[in-house]
């Protein structure tokens, strides 16, 4: 018969009895037992495998040093492209830059947040500043060197009174931006956001349970059973500051995983060993590429300057051509890097064509003239941005066509001075460049000889055939040749004298006694 046990508090007894150890004997039995067979089943159990992380087979170190501009964007799609096609293999960013353009550094973000089934650190060699903590956020992990810094990532644009922060407008999107990488990695989303926003104060609150972070507005909408939970809080980023951390900051801030002296340490503190480390360096083609883009206004200005004197010059010669080199390196790098396409190539093309049936089949400078140089001057505009319109959503693509269209019409403007000082000093006296031998004696006194000079010479005298108002003719001997005057009118039949011959021209004055 089976027997109902019951714990010492549920037995009942008679009123004013105590129960005996008699009666709760039966249930010290029961638990004994069960202690007992706890005791077995856990000697026998094997122990739980604390599952470690795989070690990769190959780590990839990508360098990102310098601004960030498109041909940066265009190494790192490149590199981490190639990193992603050995399935499980580690790819970390060597971060080392002040930022950049906003459109390059989201187009790296995207590069690495699209490569989900691969880790990504991001290790700051020295600085993460702007655009390079955005893009230190799009990886899953990151770590951190002694004394680095990483944060400011405010959008700011360049006037005469210096950088100048942009409103928010600007900030907006890109708050978005870093609020979606801090969801993302598990990172602190109001602290995140402060380092694009100066505007706004981020609190530590403790409870205790945990420790969070919110913006002051946010804290003032807490409920009053949630402000009682709060142990204490303080101040971590004032307002009107940015949030930028050392690693020490970023570390205890809940950013960086640790900080160590190198990658290697790094590779040995997440317990990885027996690897392959990797850097991935800029080919030849990627570092002339990025050389190009640092001097392309210097070519355009080249390009520009060359096409104008070669438009002024009669014939095609060598000014054409450098022009013509000039600008297809301008557009084939950013052909390359992404920005530039059959479009720009179209409206180049189309403007040389015009400038070319300008100068060999209606000389002079008109409407095709003018149309190739816009043709021309849109298509580089163009190739330095990867849309046409700007995007209302995209406040920063406004920033980047007046930058691109002042550097277009800057280059136009430098251009066109250089090509006439060019052609109306240097040019004249290339030849000198030349060794000789050269004809010591000038023109300055040369004349063309005529039919009417040939037989008169400075001094003979004559009469005037017919009114001199200044010109008109004048007999010497039995010839009468044309004749004109310094400025003064002679009558007919006035004796007169050579003065002067110019060329063709036989100058003469009044012969008075």
């Known amino acids: 018969m089976k027997r109902n046990h019951k714990p010492p508090s549920a037995q009942k007894t008679e009123p004013g009895r105590i129960a005996s150890c ?6 010290l039995r029961f638990t004994a037992a069960l202690c007992a067979a706890v005791l077995l089943a856990t000697l026998l159990t094997p122990p739980p495998v604390i599952a470690e992380e795989e070690t990769p087979k190959s780590v990839y170190v990508i360098e990102v040093e310098g601004e960030v501009e498109p041909a940066m964007a265009a190494y790192l799609e490149r590199a981490v492209r190639e990193a992603a096609e050995e399935p499980g293999s580690l790819i970390i960013l060597e971060l080392d ?31 993460a500043i702007s655009a390079g903590a955005l893009i230190a956020l799009s990886c899953n992990t990151l770590v951190m060197r002694a004394n680095t810094t990483i944060g400011d ?17 600007f900030q907006s999107p890109l708050r978005a931006k870093f609020r979606a990488l801090a969801r993302r990695n598990d990172y602190p989303v109001a602290l995140a956001e402060a380092m694009v926003s100066a505007r706004l104060e981020i609190h530590e609150v403790k409870t205790a349970e945990r420790t969070f972070y919110l913006n002051a507005d946010d804290l003032e ?75 392309a206004p210097i070519l355009m200005l080249i390009g520009f300057a060359a096409l104008y004197a070669e438009y002024k010059a009669p014939g095609f010669g060598l000014p054409g051509l450098v022009g013509i080199i000039s600008l297809a390196l301008v557009l084939g790098n950013q052909y390359i890097v992404g920005l530039a396409d ?14 070319g049936f300008e100068i060999f089949v209606i000389p002079g400078f008109g409407v095709a003239g003018i149309a190739g140089f816009i043709c021309i001057g849109l298509g580089m505009l163009l190739s330095f941005q990867d849309f046409v319109v700007p995007d209302p959503n995209l406040p920063w693509q406004q920033d980047i066509l007046i930058a691109n269209l002042t550097k277009v019409l800057g280059a136009f403007a430098a251009a066109f001075v250089a090509a006439l000082i060019f052609l109306g000093y240097m040019f004249p006296r290339l030849g000198r460049l030349v060794e000789g031998p050269y004809l010591a004696t000038t023109l300055a006194t040369s004349h ?20 001199l108002r200044p010109a008109g003719k004048a007999k010497f001997g039995e010839r009468n040749i044309d004749v004109v005057t310094a400025g003064d009118f002679i009558e007919k039949g006035a004796p007169v004298k050579i003065i002067a011959i110019k060329g063709s021209r036989v100058v003469v004055s009044e012969d008075k006694p």
């Not at 008699?22 to 249930?27: C, F, G, R």
């Not at 190539?345 to 403007?351: D, E, F």
């Not at 063309?448 to 009114?467: K, L, N």
């Open 22 to 27: 008699s009666d709760a004997a039966p249930d």
């Open 448 to 467: 063309a000889d005529s039919h009417e000079t040939r037989e008169v010479a400075v001094g003979r005298r004559g009469t005037a055939a017919t009114f």
């Open 97 to 127: 830059t002040f930022g950049g353009r906003v459109d390059s550094a989201l187009k790296i973000v995207e590069t690495m947040t699209g490569i989900e089934e691969h880790r990504t650190i991001a290790f700051v060699k020295n600085k």
């Open 342 to 355: 059959h479009t720009e190539l179209i409206l180049i093309v189309l403007g040389l064509v015009l400038l």
């Open 221 to 295: 909408a807490m409920s009053e059973e949630d402000r009682e939970k709060i142990i204490s809080r303080k101040v971590v980023v004032a307002k009107d500051e940015l949030l930028t951390m050392d690693d020490t900051e970023a570390r205890d801030l809940g950013f960086s995983e640790m900080t160590v002296a190198s990658i290697p340490a790094m590779l040995e503190q997440f317990g990885f060993s027996d690897y392959q480390l990797v850097r991935l360096e800029p080919s030849w083609s990627e570092a002339l590429g990025r050389l190009l883009a640092s001097i």
């Open 153 to 169: 990532c405010a959008p700011i644009s360049f006037t005469q009174e210096g950088p100048t922060m942009l409103g928010e407008k």
